[in-house]
């Protein structure tokens, strides 16, 4: 490991990372009472300290209710938030807990809790601690569950989440100087066994790290990868805003209505990417089911493809509607030269 990954963060090193939310009015800090967030805590701390009006902190640690070890662990945060002058809030994921996905649910489930503390207490900004190992864990559990180029982007600096923005300033930092900052201040802080559980996917992937170390695959290197796949995500985003742009020109795209048309000829023309991507705004506006799978948009896109390329005299004459598919709550049908999405009628409940 570099000397400069053992090193501990600066003030002025705080005072850039940190640089970009001065102005808001208040920040919560999600702090579960690890290295990286109470790090992140001690960090904000200081900084709020040096500036002549800097914007009100809030911590707040989430008890998911699934470690004995988690109140004592939120007590501790609330002890070391009050020596630092910042204020604390403990939330607590009360009533049943799945039996299956659970990650997954309590990632859900802090953050609902975080944006619910959040509005309480008049923050515009949540900050969480994601590091640089973090980002490359987040790129390589996408890559393996076959993400397109926005997953593999990974984890934004800044990013919104119900009416907030979500923001991660240790993102280019790794764990490795996080701890020895905590070291160096000589603060203590909690040591979660589940990160080490390899019945979850993130440790087992954590355990991988070193391996791919060896052969160049470092932290490092895979977030580097990460920001340059969202570099190029974010232009083709940017292509994509043109081609719907384009599309509505010729009168036949309306985002605002109950249903989104499309002239097929004018749609077909365009790269395949975007057309994935516009057909997964579409999808996304209009269905009713949650966001719709990757792969589920591929084949539908496949068989719009297919359907485009098809002679005219093999499709029914009689049928007006010349394909018909639904896909996450949108119904996706083809007539006449227009690709048609709206909502698909509501499931009956047997």
């Given amino acids: 490991m570099r000397d400069e990954e053992r090193s501990p963060i600066s003030a002025s090193d705080a005072k850039q990372l940190l640089a970009d939310w001065k102005h808001a009015p208040a920040l919560l800090l999600a702090v579960s009472g690890g290295p990286d967030s109470v790090a992140l805590m001690w960090l904000a701390a200081r900084w709020r300290r040096a500036l002549s009006r800097g ?4 911590a707040v640690t989430i008890d998911h209710g699934l470690r004995p070890e988690a109140a004592r662990e939120a007590r501790d945060v609330k002890a070391l938030a009050k020596s630092l002058d910042v204020e604390h809030r403990t939330m607590r994921w009360n009533g049943a807990k799945p039996k299956t996905g659970v990650p997954a649910a309590a990632r859900a489930e802090r953050y609902r809790l975080l944006a619910q503390a959040a509005r309480s207490a008049g923050a ?3 900050l969480t601690a994601h590091t640089r190992d973090d980002q490359a864990e987040t790129l390589l559990m996408r890559l393996f569950r076959g993400s397109g180029l926005a997953g593999l982007s990974a984890m934004a600096r800044e990013s919104e989440r119900d009416g907030l923005i979500l ?3 240790l993102l280019s930092i790794s764990k490795s100087r996080l701890v020895a900052t905590l070291h160096k201040a000589k603060i203590g802080f909690a040591d979660d066994p589940t990160n080490r559980d390899t019945a979850f996917t ?3 992937l954590r355990e991988l790290l070193p391996l791919l170390a ?5 932290a490092r290197s895979l977030a580097r990868l990460a920001a340059r796949l969202a570099r190029a995500n974010a232009a083709v985003e940017v292509l994509a805003d043109g081609a719907e742009r384009y599309l509505a020109l010729k009168g036949n795209a309306r985002p605002h209505e109950a249903a989104r048309e499309l002239d097929a000829t004018a749609f077909a023309a365009l790269p395949e ?5 516009l057909l997964m705004r579409a999808i996304n506006r209009f269905g009713h089911e949650g966001p719709a799978e990757l792969g589920k948009v591929e084949a539908l896109l496949a ?3 297919s359907f485009a390329k098809s002679p005219e005299k093999s499709r029914p004459r009689h049928a007006r509607i010349r394909l018909k ?3 996450a709550g949108a119904l996706v049908s083809v007539s006449q030269g227009t690709i048609r999405i709206e909502p698909a009628p509501l499931r009956r409940r047997s």
Avoid: F, N, S, V
């Fill in 202 to 204: 993130r440790p087992r």
């Fill in 325 to 327: 598919q639904t896909l």
């Fill in 55 to 58: 914007p009100k902190l809030i």
């Fill in 303 to 305: 068989q719009l493809d």
């Fill in 273 to 277: 990417e975007i057309r994935l991507r």
């Fill in 124 to 126: 515009t900004h949540i």
């Fill in 214 to 218: 060896a052969e160049g695959g470092d």
């Fill in 167 to 169: 923001a991660r300033p």
